[in-house]
């Protein structure tokens, strides 16, 4: 079977730097004795202690496996410390096609290129971020936009490759970040309604907490802090010299961190700015789409746009830093491919163009019959007029009745909170376990009680408010069924001998004190839902591969159960940069039964822009365009439309283990981001599994430590988080 068909020239936001010589690839090279030694077994505590010691050593500096290399000597007077001891082991000429040597001369480039820009530019700001660099301007301007206590400010993402024939490249891309000059004591005072996620130091900014609340309206002199036997006041004061009318003027609130939860001042922080806090300013009025229409056409800039300013900045980038001069600086030309299209399949196993199809050819699996209405918009026991009929039809072509007679209005809703538990278990005990929740704008914490308390019972809730078009009534109705355990469309599975039988999606979540371990989600090889697994609520920021191993273990059997037989291979997906180890122990039981297992990394930041050319613009890449990295094992892969304005971010996917082909996996990777049951029209960036793993994710956030008493009564095919 020919998997690549089309084949396609693609543009990448990459750009030449140089070819490396012999001197740009010899380094000095040093053993590193930690003291205390760590534990033998500990790799990543070591690795992890070594590329701290880079960062002091005076000299751009980098781990290599436990070693560290510099292109400058290190100073004598950093080879012995306290805490570690370093030994010249002389010079060593690195190898491109080495994948771990490739790799540290990749961050030594970011290195180079961060000291260079920071003592270049004084007005700018350079910061490390997620593997690459951000390049912004912190003076007025580089102020895009403004408003009262926000402000967008205009950037660069710069990141380097090395590729095996000794080429170096820069990925440019434009980069936009919100930035307040406000503190938090300003924002509770003039925005009390914004819900305020994350707060950061104002004396360091690298520090970063989650605010939880006004914590007292005691003074900083009367609060004390536990364990240090001084006051708040004195704390701020003493060791971090804070202004005395600071600390004074400033109101006491409460912050977590993974050590536990502390009293701080709101005058000593500032709130990390996000689109939803943007989008909650006065959201009653006409303001809050004001300010986020107009946010949304300054940051979305079409491909045209951006590879323009990527290459001023990749030409500045060469020049200063590295003193080359060239004449034209223009993106990367390389071949790509365009994957086939997935098929979807709705009832009966008929082809559907899309999930919005099933109104009028019915779903693939029909689940629970019975629903309910909480109206708390208004005493009307019945449902939304559009939704009504949606549903019904939905019901009709799916060749099943429902029963959906079955109301409750404010009235009925009881405010005291042990009579609302017995409502909740009124209605289960009718067999209601999916209910349509009819309601006005609401804060979220409104709607999180009235989702946790009907969890309780082993009821989902989908939340709607008034005013529903078909093009509305559909989504909801979609949405309501899979919380119903209905499965709208299913994907004829890849017809190819290596092709995954089932797919694990894994997604990390936290409040900064508890981990949620590896929240998860798996289909078989046609996008058959095998139902959500929590495993574990830890502390420590990876995921336990006892817990990993707990969570597909379960999965696994639940295969077996349905087939009679386990899977010959399963893929897992895991959001984001796989750890090392993470998945040792999976591998190793699973192999032990002749499962044959892949891990993949699936990135949505710093994955740079795709695009073609023509007629000398340049436009972006098609939906299912793929390029391949064989030397990385990795392939970049285009999984949604750009809006209007804009334009679209593929994925980067590293194949971490396993032996399936790169072309199988982007396969795979690409038909799971067009299945989106819960989406009449659109589909989502991340793979099904891993779109549902993020949103379960989130979703146990906010159900915090009850989350297994809260869960305990949810059927795990009955998608909750859609």
Known sequence: MRLLQQEVPVILNRFLVKELTQEDLTFYEYNCTLNPLPEPEDVRKTFSKISRICNQLEVIAVRLGNRIITQEKVPTSKLRTEGWALEELGPRVLTCTDVQERSALESFERKRIESRLKSLFKKTEVESTGGGLLWWMTSQEGVELFGDGWEIHRGRMIDVAVETDGKLYLEVDIHYRLYTPWTLHEWLENYPDVPIKLVRNTYDKHRTWKYLRILSDQSPWEVQLAGLNISLAEFHLRKHNAPLEEVKSSRVVEVASREGR???????????????????????????????????????????????????????????????????????????????????????????????????????????????????????????????????????????????????????????????????????????????VVMPWSPNEDKQKIRVEALEAGIATQFMIPGADSYKALNVVLGLLCKAAWQPVLLKPLDHPERPELIIGFDVGTDRQLYYGASAFAVLADGQSLGWELPAVQRGETFSGDAIYQTVSKLVNKFHNRLSRYPTKVLLMRDGLVQEGEFGKTIKELEKEKIAVDVVGIRKSGTGRMGIEEEGKYKDAKIGTVVFDYSRKSFTLVTSQPSSIGSARPLRVVHEYGSTPLEILALQTYHLSQLHPASGFQACRLPWVLHFADKSGKEFQNLGSNIFSVLQNIDRQKLIAV
């Open 262 to 436: 502390f009293p701080h001042l709101s005058r000593r922080l500032s709130p990390v700015l996000t689109l939803e806090m943007l989008a909650s300013l006065e959201c009653n009025s006409s303001l809050a789409k004001k300010v986020s229409a107009a946010v949304t056409e300054r940051i979305r800039k079409s491909l045209q746009e951006r590879l323009q300013e990527s290459k001023k900045t990749a030409k500045t980038i060469i020049e200063r830093v590295y003193n080359l001069i060239r004449r034209e600086i223009e993106p990367l030309k390389t071949k790509g491919y365009i994957l086939p299209k997935p098929k979807l399949l709705g009832s009966g196993h008929r082809q559907v163009q899309n999930p919005a199809r099933v109104r009028y050819q019915g779903c693939a699996k029909v689940g629970e019959t019975k629903f309910g209405c909480l109206n708390l918009y208004d005493d009307k026991r019945e449902y939304p007029s559009e939704v009504r009929k949606c549903l019904l039809e939905v019901a009709q072509k799916s060749g099943v009745e429902v029963e959906v007679d079955f109301y409750a209005t404010r009235q009925d809703y009881p405010k005291n909170e042990l009579a609302r538990k017995r409502f909740w278990q009124n209605w289960a005990e009718q067999g209601i376990k999916t209910v349509l």
